[in-house]
């Protein structure tokens, strides 16, 4: 079963939607105008509701199935769900429709998963060849905003009563045509953590008199990549990675404070227990060993994100009836990449998987662009899985 033909025809449509979307790129909650536009053309397609405020801008339609529930069967709501949210990035493509806001890019593709699913959204709710429901759930801030969780917690599953709930990301490297997927953990938990060290500031050419933070820094930067190597099972994965340093104003002054930032990914809650426990140790033996204060601020972020067995292997089947088994690779290699749709597979089971984009610029490089080509594939991906799940 190929790529629907009507999506073929619908193609245009879509990838007017998605330029538009990429020139007019919005942070976080602050989706305003890009909600706007996919409530409107819901409304326009005959969603039988839409509903918008959920999580504060998400946006879900409701499309019903024309075919009967077979007898002594349940409705069932599917949830498939797009995020719309761009990057705080300067765009450097120089496209006809590139981003109109300066500071702000769709870097990551969501204008893209936007685009293909209110593709689908049109299709279903013009042929609703299916029984039962369907929730197209259009979040926003899932780049570090926690929008799937706000939406959750809006009563996202309870109001619409969703019983299962599927995801799809564009993957920069792999081909247009392609899918990538596997059951249990898919992407890490995605921690932060922040650290002032406190040492005592002087002349630089007297540091015996000072705690110098600069130094103190350098040996914590060290210690904290023995966790990974030292304490973590080296058949688990771990990443521990210190991308900021900031401390000093002159050459010749030793500063009284400087400042660590950075990231925690693994893939398991014991591998993620693990880390934060030795992480808070590792400060504190530094701090002993130095004499400096040093204040450890270490904030969860994103779960894990973790597939469920069952419903990974529809969607692997699906993904193979639109685009061949030679392409879809059900068993791909884990990312350390986060993702807020984790929260929706801990709320229902569900699947997340990617959809090839290409041999194009990196997820949030500033020379990224969602490639147009890998609409058919993922659209025909949403229409053949809700045709397939719900089938009367």
Partial sequence: MPIV???????????????????????????HRTAGLV????KAFGCDEVVTGIGRTGV????????????????????????????????????????????????????????????????LAETRNFAGSVAVIFQPAEEGGAGAQAMIRDGLMDRFAIDQVYGMHNSPGLAVGKFAIKPGPYMASGDRLNITIEGRGGHASQ??????????????VMAL?????????????????????????????????????????????????LVGKRIKEVVD??????????????A?????????????????KVAADVAGDSNVNANAVPMLGAEDFAYM???????????????????HNPAYDFNDEAIVFGTSYWIRLVETQLAA
């Fill in 300 to 316: 969860r972020g994103y779960p894990v994100l973790v597939n469920h067995d069952a419903q990974t292997a529809i969607a692997a």
């Fill in 225 to 273: 990549q023995t966790i990974v190597s030292r304490s973590v099972d080296p058949l688990e994965a771990a990443v521990i990675s210190i991308c900021q340093f900031h401390a000093g104003s002159a050459n010749n002054i030793i500063p009284n404070t400087a400042k660590l930032g950075g990231t925690i990914r693994t893939l398991r809650p014991k591998v993620r227990e």
């Fill in 39 to 42: 409530a409107e053309q819901l």
């Fill in 345 to 363: 597979l801990e709320a229902k089971p569900g699947a997340f998987i990617f959809i090839g984009n290409g041999n194009t610029a990196g997820l």
């Fill in 285 to 298: 033996g530094v701090a002993a060993l130095t004499g400096a204060t040093i204040h450890l601020d270490y």
């Fill in 207 to 220: 540091p015996n008199k000072t705690i110098d933070p600069v130094v103190v820094g350098a040996q914590l």
């Fill in 5 to 31: 033909n009507r999506v073929a025809d619908l193609q245009a449509d879509i990838v007017a939607w998605r330029r538009d979307i990429h020139a007019n790129p919005e942070l976080l909650y602050e989706v």
């Fill in 60 to 123: 879900v339609g409701i499309i019903k199935g024309r075919k009967p529930v077979a007898e002594g069967q349940e409705v069932k709501t599917l949830g498939l769900r797009a995020d719309m949210d761009a990057l705080p990035l300067e765009e450097i493509t120089g496209l006809p429709y590139r981003s109109q806001n300066p500071g702000k890019m769709h870097a990551c593709g969501h204008d893209g998963h936007t685009a293909m699913l209110l593709g689908a959204a049109r299709y």
